[in-house]
């Protein structure tokens, strides 16, 4: 049996981890069940933020927060314009997939071509600043991103319930054309929610590049323990990527201290039809 | 106010609506009564801007809606109670009401208007922040035509507002309908129960078979041989 400190610092570690599978859920989530899009290329887009941002700190020297600055609008605008494509060629949720397949292999290639396929690692003033908290080790990066999560999904939530434009949204999700009878432009919602979504996936980009090693192949390394995470959480529930996250993330870790890590991805996805046989039963 | 010149609606290659005119004045309280499948719903949403017209005209005022985005009828002040309610059953009542004031012209005095609902329903004060979807069918058509009130609008499109509501409920909602419309809001009323109708409308039309079938004052209908046995199970 391990030592109480080490099964605490598994707890930790399972957190910061979930925090990020939250975080690259919460814009998935939203689009997917708000939009209706099931947009693979979050993924790549995502990593294509880590290495922007990767660039941006090792080539140019910037503070890895400060790379924000450029990645937020710069993603907004790509998701933005992605669904206005998607829009144009009125691409149904089953094609959604096959097309962001698609485009995730094109940024794959973009990423290999420009970055190589080699091993990246982000040297940042942030990177080996570490705390201790009692017995235990708290990564400055890992705290970073747990805290982005939290404010990131809190936002989208207070947004979605508190604002016109939010409510407006879950509005036109639930019957569009009634919505539009109200005076709400779904088609121009559409765009800012996407646009917010790839936001957000640069944002997660940045914690990547942070806790990190960069290689391109890396695109597919969580795509199933996020869509996990995103089912987990509810489609379009802006808390609940968060959530189903870190009690994911919790799990995970544990089972990797206390049998080995090969036993991981079970868990997540006997969590994941555990909640989603109770789910069915309340339908 | 609202006039209809000759609109034709399809779904697919199948017209629904024939070259249907139609004017509602300031103030009116105008039924559409018909058989099933006459075409009264799709009359009703084509102008709220669901529907959209393939040849004819919607004039506002003499402003054309029909080249207009759906999401702008509004804007013309029109307001619609749709067909079996179609609330937003995820959201609360009080978010229902206030999305129903999205439109910028209605938003000033949104809290006010909310009273106004208030009052006219009391019934939906204790349940302002359950989910509509849990609501009853009578609370839940309350909703419904408090979200239209909501959008401050010149001209109601009430769809059917007594399906499925119990008798004592389909009294107390004529007689909403009827108060809203004292209030200076022309009401275009579409109802399967054409007594009722026929009794709160200054004016009607009958649609059938996606034509207009005829026109006149409530008691002028009521006097015709075809709409008494058609309509009123008289044989």
Redesign the interface.
């Known amino acids: 049996m391990p030592s109480f400190t080490l099964l605490a610092q598994s707890v930790l570690s399972g957190i910061f981890i979930g925090a990020l599978y939250g975080l690259l859920g919460l814009g998935l989530s939203l689009t997917w069940g708000m939009l209706r899009q099931i947009n693979l290329a979050h993924f790549a887009l995502a990593f294509l933020g880590a290495y922007l941002t990767f660039q941006l700190t090792h080539g140019a020297g910037w503070d890895p927060l400060a790379t924000l600055l450029v990645v937020v609008p710069c993603f907004f605008l790509l998701g933005a314009s992605m669904h206005w494509l998607f829009a144009r060629f009125a691409i149904t949720p089953f094609n959604s997939l096959l097309v962001t397949f698609g485009l995730t292999v094109i940024v794959e290639s973009l990423i290999q071509w420009i970055w190589t396929a080699d091993q990246r690692l982000m040297d940042s003033a942030y990177g080996a600043v570490r705390f201790k908290l009692g017995a235990l080790y708290v990564p400055l990066p890992e705290l970073l991103t747990l805290v982005l999560a939290v404010a990131l999904s809190l936002a989208a939530w207070a947004g979605l319930r508190y604002t016109?434009l939010g409510?407006?949204m879950?509005?036109a999700a639930?019957?569009a054309?009634?919505?539009?009878?109200?005076?709400?432009?779904?088609r121009s919602l559409s765009l800012l929610l996407s646009g917010i979504s790839a936001a957000f996936a640069g944002v997660a980009g940045l914690c990547i590049a942070l806790s990190f090693t960069l290689a391109p192949s890396q695109i597919y390394a969580w795509i199933g323990v996020v869509f996990a995470v995103v089912m987990i959480g509810g489609l379009g529930n802006p808390i609940g990527p968060l959530v189903a996250g870190i009690v994911i993330g919790i799990s995970e870790s544990l089972t990797m201290a206390l049998t080995s890590p090969a036993w991981a991805p079970l868990v997540s996805f006997s969590l994941l039809i555990v909640v989603l046989l109770a789910r069915a039963k309340k339908i | 106010m609202l006039e209809l010149d000759r609109i034709q609606v399809s779904y697919g290659a199948a017209p629904a609506l024939w070259e249907v005119s139609l004017a509602i004045g300031a103030g009116e309280l105008v039924c559409v009564v018909g058989p099933n499948g006459a075409g009264k719903t799709t009359l009703i949403n084509a102008i709220?801007?669901?529907n959209r017209v393939r040849n004819g005209r919607i004039t506002m005022d003499g402003r054309d809606l029909t080249s207009l985005?759906?999401?702008?009828?509004?804007?013309e002040g029109i307001?619609?109670v749709?067909e079996s309610r179609?609330l937003?059953?995820?959201?609360t009542v009080l978010?229902n009401l206030?999305?129903?004031s999205?439109?910028?012209a209605a938003?000033p005095g949104r809290a006010q208007s909310v009273e106004r609902v208030l009052n006219v329903f009391p019934a939906l004060r204790e349940r302002l922040h359950a989910a509509a979807g849990t609501l009853s069918g009578g609370q839940q058509q309350m909703v419904a035509i408090g979200?239209a009130l909501m959008?401050k609008p010149r001209l109601l499109l009430l769809d059917e507002p007594s399906l499925g509501l119990a008798p004592s409920i389909v009294l107390e909602m004529f007689e909403v309908i009827r108060d809203i419309n004292a209030g200076g809001v022309a009401v275009l009323l579409v109802e399967q129960n054409v007594a009722m109708a026929l009794e709160v409308a200054t004016r009607a039309y009958v649609l059938e078979e996606g034509r207009i079938a005829g026109e006149g004052a409530p008691s002028a209908l009521l006097a015709t041989p075809h709409i008494r046995r058609a309509y009123l199970g008289e044989r």
């Open positions: 016109d409510r407006a879950r509005a639930e019957d054309p009634i919505a539009a009878a109200f005076g709400v432009n779904e | 709220a801007g669901l985005a759906p999401h702008c009828y509004c804007d307001a619609i749709p179609r937003f059953t995820g959201m978010e206030e999305l129903g999205y439109r910028l938003r979200r959008a």
